[in-house]
């Protein structure tokens, strides 16, 4: 093995690399950077990966009776025998693929592992008592600094609140917590703020993300910050450009505050949906007998899970459902939106909480569905209501949030949909007379969908309209916040200082991409198609048990 050179600061060893060839499959261990074979469209890459878990192989039930009787029909492929000789395909790993969206990470069999190449082992931990020098701990680029680390904060927050001689626990709630008293704060000591940065390190970007892919991508993106925070001068309007922020994103990581969210590794494998079979993204508290099947199969209309085709089969002959279990308030041409009840279609709503997990990183609520509204978007057709997407809503938000969670199934996404989904809840705020604004943090997939969102609807009312509007009046007539109308604005440049007050002009770079949107052809929500009025609820009705 060779060993860790000093950096140029002497302070702290850098990772030790093993040569490849040197070592055996054994070796490889959880925190270890190799090289792993990935399918690529054009046939097989070589790329860097970090080993997140290992496992012995699993053997389910469903899976081993489907073989033997594959075997006494004598339908083995010759594939799986060759598989089945090899010894390394013992192990399955769970792997970080480097540079990559924490949404592709994947079990990888122990054949795929190159050992003729460098294996890196990870960072040493810095000796107790002894901190890094000013220049020794390098931050990766673009990373957020540590102040603004969500766990960073969540971890600290904790530590305030316990008692001045608990030590800090990473297992925690990752959510703030008010402390007691102020006499219960404490600084953390030199070993505590060590450990925390170690843990910062190792998980990488996988906790400082602040956004990812668009959920549809068809419209034009601007950088906005959606926590009100103090807002930066942004760069020219004509300098942004979608290809390079879906790039500075596509690496980023959860955006998840929960550290055991961050630490669980996706279970499930591909989930068939109907005539779609897609692939999971994320770990999903499905019962453990459904975990690690090549494809768990789900009822499209009753959202019911399977392991096997013919358990879904024999199931479809006994289902009744064509449609989401709820009011239809709103349908144009194909798509129909309904309204259901956590508290009334409790097992539905259950089931598509799960489904949801496995493609929301952020999602900790699967069960306590009572207190929520679900909103669902169908598409039909001769053989029914087609579930594209959802959105959920508080039953009574003191925040006046009008989504709490939004999501658009991976094999509708980048048709419009997810905006359409976004539209429809403003169209609801409409009617109940409210601002409204989606639950923070914003999912990965939804953050670009809103900013694109906002951006179009403001520059197309100002476009329209030729009296003179406050923050206030677009606020009105959109149901958009202020918060979300004032950082919107700020980021397009539409402010101007003029004789002694502020103005919001529109530039020449504004109306040209503006229009290119307005080019593209999309769905759009007709308020006239929807029947609905704001359901209202008694205090015993909102006494969630």
């Given at each position: 093995m060779v060993s860790a050179h000093a950096n140029n600061?002497?302070?702290?060893?850098s990772a030790s690399i093993t040569p490849g060839g040197t070592y055996t499959i054994q070796t490889v261990s959880v925190g270890c950077k190799i090289y792993i074979r990935r399918p690529t469209p054009d046939g097989e890459e070589e790329r860097l990966a970090e080993i997140l878990s290992i496992r012995d192989k699993p053997v389910n039930s469903y899976t081993s009776a489907l073989a033997q009787r594959t075997n006494s029909r004598g339908g083995v492929k010759e594939e799986e025998e060759?598989?089945?000789?090899k010894p390394e395909d013992k192990w399955e790993y769970f792997v970080h693929w480097d540079q990559f969206n924490k949404r592709l990470d994947e079990w990888v069999t122990g054949s795929r592992l190159i050992l003729s190449r460098d294996l890196e082992w990870p960072r040493p931990k810095l000796p107790p008592g002894k901190k890094a020098g000013p220049g020794s701990l390098q931050k990766a680029p673009g990373k957020a600094p540590r102040s603004q680390s969500l766990l960073k904060k969540a971890t600290s927050n904790a530590a305030a609140a316990a008692s001045p001689t608990s030590a800090s626990t990473p297992g925690r709630s990752a959510f703030p917590s008010p402390s007691p008293a102020p006499s219960l704060k404490r600084k953390l000591t030199d070993d505590e703020e060590e450990e925390e940065e170690e843990e910062e390190e190792l998980e990488g970007d996988d906790v400082d993300a602040e956004g990812e892919m668009d959920v549809d991508g068809e419209g034009d993106t601007f950088e906005l910050n959606v926590n009100g925070a103090q807002v930066e001068t942004p760069p020219p309007v004509s300098s942004f450009s979608k290809e390079q922020e879906i790039e500075k994103l596509r690496t980023s990581g959860s955006m998840t505050q929960s550290i055991s969210e961050i630490a669980r590794v996706k279970n499930l494998n591909r989930l068939q949906i109907g005539k779609h079979e897609v692939e999971a993204w994320y770990f999903s508290p499905y019962p453990k007998e459904y975990a690690h099947l090549p494809v768990l199969y789900i009822c499209e209309f009753c959202l019911a899970y399977f392991p096997s085709p013919m358990m879904l089969s024999r199931h479809r002959q006994r289902c009744t459902l064509f449609h989401p279990?709820?009011?239809e308030i709103y349908r144009h041409q194909d798509i129909s939106v309904f309204e259901l009840d956590g508290k009334r279609q409790l097992s539905w709503c259950r089931n598509l909480s799960l489904l949801s997990k496995c493609f929301l990183d952020h999602k900790t609520l699967y069960y306590d569905v009572t207190p929520f509204m679900y909103y669902v978007m169908c598409q039909r057709d001769s053989t029914g209501c087609h579930i594209i997407g959802y959105f959920s809503k508080e039953k009574e938000s003191a925040e006046n949030y009008n989504v709490a969670c939004i999501l658009t199934l991976p094999q509708h996404q980048r048709y419009g949909f997810g905006k359409l989904l976004i539209e429809f809840s403003y169209e609801l705020s409409k009617k109940e007379g409210k601002l409204g604004s989606p639950e923070k943090p914003l999912s990965d997939l939804g953050l670009l969908s809103y900013r694109a969102y906002w951006a179009e609807v403001i520059v197309e009312l100002l476009i329209n309209t030729t009296d003179e509007l406050s923050i206030d009046d677009i606020a009105q007539k959109t149901s958009i916040t202020h918060a979300d109308i004032m950082n919107t604005c700020t980021?397009?440049?539409?402010?101007?200082?003029?004789?002694?007050?502020?103005?919001?002009?529109?530039?020449e770079a504004v109306l040209e991409k503006h229009e290119k949107v307005r080019n593209k052809r999309r769905r759009r929500i007709y308020a006239d198609n929807l029947i609905w009025k704001p359901p209202v609820f008694t205090r015993d009705q909102l006494r969630f048990y």
């Open positions: 600061e002497g302070s702290q060893e060759d598989a089945l000789d279990p709820g009011n980021t397009l440049q539409l402010f101007k200082h003029y004789k002694g007050q502020h103005i919001i002009c529109l530039s």
